[in-house]
């Protein structure tokens, strides 16, 4: 891989994975259009993925700060209600983890057929969120943190947008959109680690290929390009959440599902 390709991945990485247009598929088609293959190294996507978190802790590190001086207090507040939340939606995307990571993985390589498809629901979720009107919450409950949760675990499918899905379903729910885009991407940070972590002890194990083909430079590359361009999606993201502008984004998903649908088929 040369570093202008891990530069691409790392770049696409970074802004999909904030932006509800759906990483994996932006990188399923950049792999099928470039013959970039990235995502298939088990090295690069970790430092990839580790990138995106660290921009999800530099971007939030007030919201960050805030929960651990909470939890140091030792006693229930809102940050320790904040905290189980977190992990109430984590509980759909480990069930997922442990039990259907490998059929999860068999879908992955099942082309962009399924890609298209699934950017097509991306795209009827933003739209169907952007013109409900439900009654505003001031928090968000346990039980809507674990139906978020249940959003997330479906958005390991390939092409439906893990942000798209948590926050369009949030919004749905009436929960706050100053707060919606923050625990979106906060809670996404746990399952972002632990399958790094997993994906680690694979290459320690020697169970999967390892990245003799990536260089330093192109691994240095991809993590800087990622880092960047997630700070600037995740910034970018919680504004337009704020302001309710994900139509924008869903006639987008709309538009690039149709096209890889059709280009699939040719």
Same mark, same amino acid.
């Given at each position: 891989?040369?570093?202008?390709? %891990?530069?691409?991945?790392?770049?696409?990485?970074?802004?999909?994975?904030?932006?509800?247009?759906?990483?994996?598929?932006?990188? %399923?088609?950049?792999?099928?259009?470039?013959?970039?293959?990235?995502?298939?190294?088990?090295?690069?996507?970790?430092?990839?993925?580790?990138?995106?978190?660290?921009?999800?802790?530099?971007?939030?590190?007030?919201?960050?700060?805030?929960?651990?001086?909470?939890?140091?207090?030792?006693?229930?507040?809102?940050?320790? #209600?904040?905290?189980?939340?977190?992990?109430?939606?984590?509980?759909?995307?480990?069930?997922?983890?442990?039990?259907?990571?490998? #059929?999860?993985?068999?879908?992955?390589?099942?082309?962009?057929?399924?890609?298209?498809?699934?950017?097509?629901?991306?795209?009827?979720?933003?739209?169907?969120?952007?013109?409900?009107?439900?009654?505003?919450?001031?928090?968000?409950?346990?039980?809507?943190?674990?139906?978020?949760?249940? %959003?997330? %675990?479906?958005?390991?499918?390939?092409?439906?947008?893990?942000?798209?899905?948590?926050?369009?379903?949030?919004?749905?729910?009436?929960?706050? #959109?100053?707060?919606?885009?923050?625990?979106?991407?906060?809670?996404?940070?746990?399952?972002?680690?632990?399958?790094?972590?997993?994906?680690?002890?694979?290459?320690?194990?020697?169970?999967?290929?390892?990245?003799?083909?990536?260089?330093?430079?192109?691994?240095?590359?991809?993590?800087?390009?990622?880092?960047?361009?997630?700070?600037?999606?995740?910034?970018?993201?919680?504004?337009?959440? #704020?302001?309710?502008?994900?139509?924008?984004?869903?006639?987008?998903?709309?538009?690039?599902?149709?096209?890889?649908?059709?280009?699939?088929?040719?």
């Amino acid at each position: 891989m040369s570093w202008w390709e %891990a530069f691409i991945l790392g770049m696409i990485q970074g802004l999909t994975e904030y932006l509800p247009v759906s990483s994996s598929g932006h990188l %399923a088609i950049g792999s099928a259009l470039f013959g970039i293959q990235g995502e298939d190294n088990l090295t690069f996507t970790i430092v990839v993925h580790v990138a995106t978190v660290l921009s999800t802790l530099f971007i939030l590190y007030k919201e960050v700060d805030w929960i651990f001086r909470g939890l140091f207090k030792f006693q229930i507040n809102d940050e320790t #209600k904040y905290v189980i939340n977190i992990l109430i939606s984590m509980i759909p995307i480990g069930i997922v983890g442990l039990f259907f990571k490998d #059929k999860v993985e068999e879908i992955f390589g099942s082309g962009l057929f399924i890609v298209g498809l699934m950017l097509l629901v991306t795209a009827a979720l933003l739209a169907f969120s952007y013109y409900a009107k439900p009654r505003t919450k001031e928090h968000i409950s346990m039980k809507d943190a674990f139906i978020i949760g249940l %959003a997330q %675990a479906c958005a390991v499918m390939p092409g439906l947008s893990r942000s798209g899905s948590t926050i369009a379903t949030g919004l749905l729910l009436g929960d706050k #959109k100053e707060k919606l885009a923050q625990f979106s991407f906060l809670m996404v940070i746990p399952p972002i680690l632990g399958e790094a972590l997993l994906d680690g002890m694979k290459i320690v194990k020697g169970a999967s290929e390892t990245s003799a083909d990536v260089s330093l430079m192109a691994l240095i590359v991809g993590f800087l390009s990622a880092f960047v361009f997630g700070c600037l999606a995740c910034k970018w993201m919680i504004d337009i959440v #704020k302001k309710g502008k994900l139509i924008y984004f869903a006639i987008y998903c709309a538009l690039v599902g149709l096209a890889t649908l059709l280009f699939s088929l040719i």
